[in-house]
């Protein structure tokens, strides 16, 4: 996709699709949101015979920024996260406008299972929410980044709407195309009515 630009303000989002991610993924979209940020992800897009690879590249050439979860280290070993991770720093090393910010749960785990990308700041999220929606602010924001208390405020109420959105389409998981716009277009009303962006 050589000449196009990345979009400056969005934001591609490398993370685990499973249960057990899904609070952390919700705030993702709150914080994004609330800095004025557009979350992107491979969920957006239809599968038209493309393949996801391609998906994939095609998202990361597009957006400014791409975060990268590495937090799922069990068995089985899930090789998704840092290949994905490598096709970012392939983009940053070679010329292409992108940075990336890396997320982990467990301070100094790096070091044992992606040693290579030592040097890098990594941002500690413990599992949970609240300390995820600080990182993220630390990561991207500015002198004027919203208060983390009011985001964690649109992250409670924007949990509740995911698990009626769940019920609503009939999924076991958020992790659909659907769902994900209306979780991003709903972030996006409450963080206006924040005042943290204008429509």
């Not at 957006?63 to 983009?91: K, T, W």
């Not at 992250?155 to 698990?163: C, E, P, S, V």
């Not at 709903?186 to 924040?194: F, G, P, Q, R, Y």
């Amino acid at each position: 996709m050589a000449g196009i630009s990345p979009d400056e303000q969005s934001v591609f989002l490398n993370v685990p699709y499973d249960h057990g991610y899904e609070r952390n993924f919700v705030a993702l979209i709150s914080t994004l949101v609330s800095l004025g940020r557009k979350p992107r992800c491979v969920l957006e897009i239809a599968e038209l015979g493309q393949g996801r690879l391609s998906r994939i590249i095609s998202h990361l050439e597009t957006c400014r920024i791409s975060i990268h979860d590495l937090s799922r280290v069990g068995l089985p070993v899930r090789f998704n996260l840092p290949f994905e991770l490598g096709l970012a720093c392939g983009l940053s090393a070679y010329g292409r406008s992108h940075d990336f910010v890396i997320l982990e749960k467990e301070r100094g785990r790096l070091d044992l299972t992606l040693s290579d990308i030592k040097g890098r700041d990594i941002y500690i999220h413990e599992g949970k929410p609240r300390v995820l929606i600080g990182c993220v602010l630390d990561a991207l924001g500015s002198e004027d980044d919203p208060d983390p208390d009011r985001v964690h405020e649109i992250w409670k109420t924007l949990w509740i709407l995911a698990g009626f959105l769940k019920s609503q389409h009939g999924r076991s998981d958020i992790f659909h195309r659907s769902i994900f716009r209306k979780l991003v277009a709903a972030a996006t009303d409450l963080a206006c009515d924040a005042g943290f962006i204008t429509s």
